[in-house]
């Protein structure tokens, strides 16, 4: 059993009075099973000003316009210790909302919690009334309403079903929907009454449901984006697309291949560094490099001075 979530809770509505669609927050009936194994998706999109940068149209006033619903994620937001997400050092996510554990509905003797994606601490929430214009996007005056969020899970082990020490629903078939079909409804329910009977009860009730699984994977990334054209190439060469097919392997148990397609991954960015660490880089590079070959030329001078030295005095003596 393997199974993923690149699930949305806000989505899309159409708009009224020819105004343009505008995102509101949806159910989409996962809510609960995801809760019952342990992980709540937010109602809300997680802003972060590490995030992707366009061009803005000059109509705008052009320059570089920050995308704050994109975050971008660097190598300290990523886990990079599971083989396949070794090579991903930086992703650009879209309209990603925050996951929360659910402590008290995992079992952490039998599930293995694997975070997999966080935003950096410089991110907020925009909730509730969503508008995704760029330009009326700001960031919170203070550091206080700024906080880093999860935005990737992976559960791994033996997971108890939903429908353990409950009622299982069963669907009620119409006779609108066995006409369609072009059956006689009162044969019809009297064939699968006669079929029932022929099966023996404790088989019936062995087989309603499972309550324990056999060792899953249970994937929840929570942004239907991360696999829509526009963050993927057609060659699987970005570290998104690379990222994605590397999650498909890992679930697949495939982390041989991952590792192997992490190699060719097109964005490798130089790791952050502090202002003072940038300062002292320049200073080695500026001064120490000269220095180091002056005192390498003064050591091979007095070399050469001492090896003349041997030669004279062995002469001399002569």
Known sequence: FISDSFTDPVANQAGMGGMPPSPQPIDTGLQKLLTHYGLSIQKAYVLDKNCYKHQ????AGGGMQDIYFAPQLEKAAINNEPEFMSNIKALVTMQISPLKLVEENIDKDK???TKLLSSSDKSWLMEGNINLNPMF????????GMQSY???YILSGSFTSYFKGRAIPEKEIKEEELKKEGENP????????????DIPEHNIAANSFIETSKPAKLLVLPSSMMIQDNMLDPEGRTTNSIFILN??????????????????????????????GRGLIKAVN???LPVLIILFGLGVLAKRRIRQKTIANRFSAR
């Open 56 to 59: 803005a149209p000059e109509r």
């Open 186 to 197: 009162k044969e019809n329910t009297n064939d699968i009454k006669a079929a029932s009977e």
């Open 247 to 276: 999650l498909i392997d890992h679930l697949n148990g495939e982390d041989a291949i991952a590792a192997l397609r992490s190699k060719q991954r097109t964005i490798n960015p130089i790791a952050s560094t502090t202002a003072f």
């Open 150 to 152: 999860n935005l990737a």
């Open 286 to 288: 500026i001064i120490g």
């Open 137 to 144: 996007l700001t960031p919170p005056d203070s550091k206080e």
């Open 111 to 113: 599930i293995i919690i």
